[in-house]
């Protein structure tokens, strides 16, 4: 209907060109004004009909009228908005600060629980509580007037938003004091949203355990870290739920948590031992490989790393007159410690009858110290070296043959031993890395001149 009432453009060319040209300009005015206050839109439609004849500012309004109303109405909605989004961001830092509040009294509740004659004292605080959660009322009362909320969707809000500050209060009391945060809860029930109800028992169960934990650490007497975890576990084990004044619940919790802490403890040692092991046992190779048998039975002597049956095989080698390797030997142990490395196990490789010190040493140099790309490339060796173990065990015979080359350029195959190879390689590998070539490279390299006779 109403486009029915706009006054036409006038019949005039030039004027009809003038108005349009008005129009645009204003509305384009308009929308640069980001949809602000009604006065600038009542300046812009002003100054549309401050020029032209009668019929052309007739026409100019009648064709802006509608535009102008438009960009009012929608400066005025975000303003609105924006009005509204402020107040809503002032009543949730308000909320903050009061939960903040309410910790503090809860920690204040805590202290006071402790001594019989505060009673006052905790009524007072929990008065207190009641007044941070009607300053919260008042607020919601304005935020939710200004955004015009229906009476059911805030008293919702409310009700959550009270939640917040009974379940902030009540977390400062168990963080500090849960035998007397427990019955608080129970009391406070009612007045919890569910999710609140179910954080602030779980919460309870944590803070039981810890106070139970540390009941019991207060009663060690060792000194040493493996006899305080032995101790520890003792302890626990001779306790009760009820000697410890908490559920059943939270004493199953209690014995996890020291017998976890056990686990790792001796994990831990494991590893540490693994690692001096392998130092020592490293330097006793090396001592061995280079004919210094005296030093080596000396690197033995000083260590006090080695059970008896460990210190007993090393000391075999020191009269031994030579030595031998098997080859699959040498690789099974390269992949077991590579996968070990994986997993982050400890592993300490021994020579034994079947390795000698030497490739003992070899096996510690390629390994290396560990690190993300040494192990992605001994994992690579490894893959290479796995893939020969079936048929070394299966034809118990040399599996590889290096192809040579002769002054007239002709392949020629000569079979070698497989140690030959492997220690070939790992020297190669070992020189790669010393002068920061490329190992996969390398590999490659030594891996075209071989082929498999299975």
């Not at 924006?82 to 830092?93: D, G, N, P, R, W």
């Not at 500050?165 to 608080?184: D, Y």
């Not at 002054?407 to 002068?435: C, G, H, P, Q």
Request: hydrophobic share 40%; with cysteine; aromatic share 6%.
């Amino acid at each position: 209907m109403a486009l029915h009432t706009k006054k036409a453009m006038p019949q005039d060319s030039v004027e009809a060109l003038a108005a349009l040209k008005q129009i645009v300009s204003a509305e384009s005015a308009m929308r640069a004004g980001d949809n602000t206050s009604g006065k600038q839109v009542s300046d812009i439609f002003a100054q549309a009909l401050s020029g032209g004849s009668d019929i052309t500012r007739v026409a100019v309004a009648s064709q802006l009228e509608s535009s102008a109303l438009l960009h009012v109405q929608s400066g005025w909605f975000e303003e609105k908005k924006q009005f509204e989004e402020h107040a809503q961001q002032l009543s949730t830092q308000r909320l903050e600060g009061l939960c903040l509040d309410a910790g503090r009294l809860g920690q204040a509740y805590a202290a006071a629980a402790e001594v019989q004659s505060e009673e006052k004292s905790r009524k007072d605080i929990l008065t207190s509580v009641q007044e941070l959660q009607g300053k919260m009322q008042q607020t919601e009362a304005l935020v939710w007037a200004i955004q015009g909320r229906s009476v059911d969707e805030s008293h919702q809000l409310s009700r959550q938003n009270s939640s917040a500050l009974l379940r902030s209060f009540l977390g400062g009391v168990i963080a500090s004091n849960h035998a007397a945060g427990a019955p608080l809860v129970e009391e406070c029930k009612g007045q919890l949203d569910q999710l609140d109800y179910e954080d602030l028992n779980r919460l309870l169960l944590r803070s039981s355990c810890e106070q139970a934990y540390l009941t019991l650490v207060d009663q060690l007497t060792s000194d040493s870290p493996k006899g305080q975890v032995e101790e520890l576990r003792a302890l626990c084990e001779k306790a009760t739920p009820s000697t410890l004044s908490i559920t059943a619940e939270s004493y199953a919790l209690v014995k996890e948590r020291i017998e976890a802490e056990r686990v790792q403890h001796y994990q831990m040692e494991e590893m540490l031992r693994a690692v001096t092991q392998r130092k020592v046992v490293g330097n006793f190779c090396e001592c061995l490989s280079n004919g210094d048998r005296k030093q080596a039975a000396a690197v033995l002597a000083q260590s006090t790393v080695f059970v008896k049956t460990e210190r007993a095989k090393l000391s075999r080698h020191l009269l031994q007159k030579q030595w031998r390797t098997e080859p699959e030997v040498f690789v099974e142990l390269f992949v077991m410690a590579v996968e070990k490395e994986r997993s982050a196990e400890p592993y300490c490789i021994f020579p034994e009858e079947t390795l000698s010190p030497y490739d003992a040493l070899l096996l510690y140099n390629v390994l290396g110290e560990y690190s993300p790309s040494v192990q992605f490339e001994n994992e690579q060796i490894a893959s290479f070296l796995h893939a020969h173990i079936r048929s070394i065990v299966e034809t118990k015979r040399s599996v590889f043959s290096f192809y040579g080359k002769k002054r007239s350029t002709k392949k020629v195959k000569t079979l070698l031993s497989d140690m030959t190879v492997l220690r070939y390689l790992f020297d190669a590998v070992i020189a790669a890395r010393e002068n920061d070539a490329d190992v996969f490279e390398c590999v490659r390299k030594i891996g075209e001149k071989l082929t498999t006779n299975s």
